[in-house]
């Protein structure tokens, strides 16, 4: 589908021109092609008055919160910057120019930036609100093409945002069963090193009593030991221990008997 940028040439010398001639003020009807580089300037972009034109009102006679810019000044910035393919810009200066002079072809030009600024649920409210104030407009049809096309989009960008929901859910979800694996893991290996402990104080607890145990034994056998050997002794130094002489019928040895 081709695109049409439609506008108004709202200067003022025209528009008192065309009221005193009761003439409509000339409509141009820009296509500006989607192509890299700077878009050709519009038919009858020149005839469009300068930032200079319009004279600034008299000193205390502007409205308070009234717009200083007229809305020739805003239609010929929005041309300036729909060719510098800064549409959200353009769609600005559009909508003022149309709380200014609501002409209805204003919102078509409104629902064209934002279509190519990719903003699709302003541009169908733009669309739609275009053929409710002009429905005999010869840019109808065109109009409800570009409306199906941005219901389309936004159809597609719907399915799009929940496919990236669930997509964020679901590594959410493995995140978090990532993380519970983990400190699982963590919990196991606590638990292990635990036990481990637990082993080598048993182990340690069960040499000790060994150790005792063998030294309790140790002892006993010693002290066993010591006594046959003590017994042993007495029984040798008894075997050993010099009988007393017998006088074979004669006297006593003297020395013998002091001796002991």
Do not use: W
Not at 44 to 53: I, S, T
Not at 123 to 137: G, I, T, V
Request: net charge neutral.
């Amino acid at each position: 589908m081709r695109l049409l940028f439609v506008l108004f040439c709202l200067g003022l010398g025209s528009q008192a021109q065309a009221q005193s001639a009761n003439v409509t003020p000339p409509l141009v009807v820009v296509d500006p092609k989607v192509a890299d580089g700077p878009e050709p300037p519009p038919a009858g972009y020149q005839a469009l008055p300068g930032p200079d034109d319009p004279e600034p009102p008299p000193a205390g006679e502007t409205p308070a919160g009234a717009d200083p810019v007229s809305s020739a000044e805003h239609l010929r910035r929005s041309v300036e910057a729909f060719q510098s393919k800064d549409f959200l810009r353009a769609a600005t200066e559009l909508q003022a120019a149309y709380r200014q002079d609501p002409k209805p072809l204003l919102l078509f030009n409104i629902g064209q930036a934002y279509r190519r600024a990719g903003r699709a649920q302003e541009a169908l409210d733009a669309y739609e609100q275009f053929m409710r104030a002009d429905p005999k407009s010869p840019l109808r049809p065109e109009t409800e093409g570009y409306c199906n096309d941005m219901r389309t989009l936004l159809e597609e960008q719907k399915r799009k945002a929940q496919v990236e929901s669930a997509l964020a859910s679901e590594k959410q979800a493995a995140v978090e069963k990532e993380k519970a694996l983990r400190t699982e893991k963590e919990r196991t290996a606590l638990a292990q090193q635990k036990l481990q402990q637990e082993r080598k104080r048993a182990e340690d607890e069960l040499s000790r009593q060994k150790a005792r145990r063998r030294l309790i034994i140790g002892l006993s056998v010693g002290a066993i030991s010591l006594a046959v050997l003590g017994g042993a002794a007495v029984a040798v130094g008894v075997a050993l221990r010099p009988k007393d002489p017998t006088t074979d019928g004669g006297f006593v040895n003297v020395s013998f008997a002091l001796s002991r």
